[in-house]
């Protein structure tokens, strides 16, 4: 079965320090990867994708996340932690049986970010 | 939250009344969504639509129903059959991309409460 694990409900890290957020997966074929941001009540914000090409992707706010196949895992990464970054992040794989170019995804359950000044 | 609003940003209910939520999109997007959040439990969905009068059940759609009549609207009804729909619910809409590498886009949800 298809799903994505993000096994951590928190990290905490201090403000300028580097911050990473773990995700890893389960899929047949390659994966489409997804990196989504929450602020209390609100929708969420599309950070950034892997689809294919270079491991490391970068996308907003400074973030950055490494693909890794053999370990089945997305981990989102920033140098340098801002109190701003506090948020609840999901990672979201493609689910593979749907065909067509159209997106249904799987997301894991989320990780909050406490970043302390 | 781009260009997908949702209203109302909250909404109370009592028992046994259905209720219904507003969702539209701007961004000439084909396929929509909707997904229920609960703490803990991240995002869940409920139903998708790739193309106008076409839908499609997700993996919590019992208690639910939805219509899509046009490109841009996509209201989730909740009915008295949905045993606890106190929860948050989000809208989102993608555009068709290759092979579905298109992102989702939010909109801003509607808090549901049960009284």
């Known amino acids: 079965a298809q799903s994505v694990a993000q096994p951590e409900d928190q990290v905490n890290v201090a403000e300028g320090n580097p911050l990473t957020v773990k995700c890893t997966y389960s899929?047949?074929?390659?994966?489409?990867l997804f990196w989504y941001v929450q602020y209390p009540n609100r929708g969420l914000q599309f950070l950034l994708k892997y689809i294919t090409g270079d491991n490391l992707v970068k996308g907003s706010y400074g973030f950055e996340a490494e693909f890794n196949k053999s370990q089945t895992s997305f981990h989102l990464k920033k140098p340098s932690a801002l109190v701003s970054d506090s948020a609840l992040y999901f990672c979201?794989?493609?689910?593979?049986?749907?065909?067509?170019?159209?997106?249904?995804?799987?997301f894991g359950a989320g990780t909050r970010l406490a970043v302390h000044p | 939250d781009g260009g997908i609003t949702q209203s109302p940003k909250y909404l109370f209910r009592k028992e046994g009344q259905n209720v219904t939520l507003s969702c539209e999109q701007n961004l000439n997007h084909d396929a929509m969504y909707w997904y229920r959040q609960d703490p803990g439990q991240g995002l869940r969905l409920i139903y998708y639509s790739q193309i106008v009068n076409d839908f499609q059940k997700g993996d919590i759609a019992e208690g639910y129903s939805v219509s899509r009549e046009k490109k841009e609207s996509f209201p989730l009804t909740v009915t008295s059959a949905q045993k606890n729909p106190t929860a948050f619910y989000l809208c989102a809409s993608s555009g068709r991309g290759l092979a579905g590498s298109n992102e989702q886009f939010f909109g801003p949800g509607t808090r549901l409460t049960v009284l």
């Open positions: 979201a794989v493609r689910d593979v049986s749907i065909s067509g170019g159209y997106n249904k995804l799987i």
């Open positions: 899929v047949s074929g390659n994966p489409y």
